[in-house]
């Protein structure tokens, strides 16, 4: 049953072609600047959404403070539950606990529940931070990986001034709720997204290329050793 999860978006016999290297990579993006969007959607809001909830000042710190613990938390075991249930069904998971967060927070009026909302949508930053840099690697070649993660890095960076620009207008036009709408939709593509389009191959691309490097160091080797056999006879003759 673990093998057969573990599997779900394996590709096997073949490397993935270029199209579906950076489809594959598109999810991660798109899931890495949500993350982003969801931590910071709050700043331009956050009297605003504690008061709603009845907050004081102090307690308006955990809105931002228990999204980052979860995925600070998250993010240990992050590697291992990919070695278990694979990099696509790690990522399905987080994804779908930072929907069901961001629906949660949209829909209470409770301030514990509130809260726990931001823990969940805190999941999905958290994995993506560790699973991001572990799936590049595997899918892309080593030629492309610099160009891969490069643009990857961009995640955080974008997710910022997506909810510094997006997030203010959306607050002013329709309340804050609306940011949690935002949050939803964006949540709901990068679910459709992975189960459309994300795929690793069966031998991922950074362990082919090591390989590879293997085969020509044994090869290399090889012939040496063989140069030393023939030659050794050559040089005992030449002194008889």
Known sequence: MSNSIASYGVI????????????????????????AYN?????????????????????????????NIAGAILAFPGAWLMRKVGAKSSLLVSAILALVGSLLGYF??????????????????????VLGPNC??????????????????????????????VAPMLFEAFGWHSLWIFSIVL?????VWLLAFMKEPEVPENVLALKQQGGIAQSSSSKGLSLIHISEPTRHLRIS
Do not use: H
Not at 25 to 32: D, E, Y
Not at 47 to 55: E, L, R, Y
Not at 153 to 163: D, F, H, R
Not at 187 to 191: E, H, L, Q
């Open 136 to 165: 590049v690697p595997r899918i892309f070649e080593s030629k492309q990986q610099g160009l891969a993660m490069g643009i990857f890095s961009e995640w955080i960076p974008l997710g910022s001034v997506l909810s510094f620009f």
């Open 187 to 191: 949540d709901i593509i990068v679910i």
């Open 108 to 129: 209470t009026d409770n301030a514990g529940l509130f809260l726990f909302s931001r823990v969940l949508e805190g999941c999905g930053y958290g994995m993506i931070c």
């Open 39 to 67: 931590l910071f959607k709050c700043s331009s809001c956050l009297p605003v959404v504690g008061a709603a909830f009845g907050m004081d000042m102090g307690t308006m710190g955990f809105i931002m403070s228990v999204f």
């Open 12 to 35: 096997m016999g073949r490397q993935l072609d270029n199209k579906e290297r950076w489809l594959a990579f598109a999810g991660l993006f798109i899931m890495g600047f949500t993350g």
